[in-house]
């Protein structure tokens, strides 16, 4: 969407497509890179976005972020439904595949780069060119595959461990391996730092061979949506500043906490918010 001779450096570079969601009460903007991009701007972070989109809904409060966007004739589409089961996601289209050419050189230097795929779109080999301070993933879109009917499930993600150990963290959630405990552990063992994001129960936060939870405190819950891309925004964010990922995985719950009590975008934290949570101890 920018020009690039107008791009200016980023502190919080974030790869991934913005998605189109089709939901029973109409369309929305959805994706990791969209939750994760404003939680890094409230923080107060200049934030560059890297995708690949048709430009077929509004930018709403997108806009006002610095975007590389490399055309594509559909934006990655995902049809959204809820069922007795639980969410249930047909893919329609995916947008261009990302790569490290795509990056616009004066971003390449961020001090955190947040790879955040939703439907394999980012190239794994692009991490052997980035030498940021911290490298995040959230391999949610890596993990993800789909049959001929579009029909999302688990899948194998045979570059986990070439990720994973090069990676300064890594943040997924429990439904992203449908709760498959060896599977974590076995990420666990091969990445510096992961959370595992649990909903309503919270985090847990494997580092240098411990594990710590960090619950949430009791809100009223409104809408889970894009609760723990706040959630892994907030995390690397405050692990870039302090270094400490017991310290990080307090912050990002209670982020991410105050995120479901509302809806939608409206549901990223504001600044006195974060002030308050940045106070609070453990």
């Excluded at 903007?29 to 701007?41: D, K, R």
Aim: with cysteine; aromatic share 8%; glycine share 8%.
């Amino acid at each position: 969407m920018f020009h690039l001779a107008t791009l200016e450096p980023v502190d919080y570079l974030i790869i991934g497509h913005i998605t189109h969601d089709l939901l029973p009460d109409g369309d929305r903007l959805g994706g990791t890179v969209a939750y994760a991009g404003l939680t890094a701007q409230a923080l107060g972070l200049r934030v560059g976005l890297v995708t690949s989109w048709a430009a077929d809904l509004p930018l709403g409060p997108l806009a006002t972020m610095q975007i590389a966007n490399y055309p594509s004739e559909h934006s990655t589409t995902f049809e959204i439904r809820q069922t007795t089961s639980g969410r249930e996601l047909k893919i329609q289209h995916v947008a261009h595949q990302l790569d490290y050419f795509h990056i616009p050189e004066p971003w390449r230097r961020a001090s955190v780069i947040h790879l955040a795929p939703i439907a394999q779109e980012i190239e794994p080999s692009l991490i052997r060119n980035i030498s940021s301070a911290l490298v995040g993933a959230t391999p949610q879109g890596w993990l993800r595959s789909w049959s001929s009917d579009g029909r999302v499930h688990l899948g194998e993600w045979p570059e986990s461990s070439f990720v994973l150990q090069r990676v300064g963290a890594a943040v997924i959630s429990v439904d992203d391996v449908e709760g498959d405990e060896n599977r974590i552990e076995e990420m666990a063992a091969q990445c510096r730092v992961l959370a595992v994001t649990e909903a309503g129960e919270g985090v847990r936060i494997y580092w240098n061979g411990d594990v710590r939870r960090f619950r949430p405190p009791a809100v009223d819950v409104v809408d889970t949506t894009g609760a723990g891309d706040v959630f892994a925004a907030a995390f690397f964010a405050r692990l870039f500043m302090t270094r400490d990922p017991w310290e990080a995985g307090r912050f990002a719950t209670q982020l991410a906490t105050i995120s479901v009590t509302r809806p939608g975008f409206l549901g990223i934290p504001n600044p006195e918010e974060i002030n308050e949570s940045m106070q609070e101890v453990y």
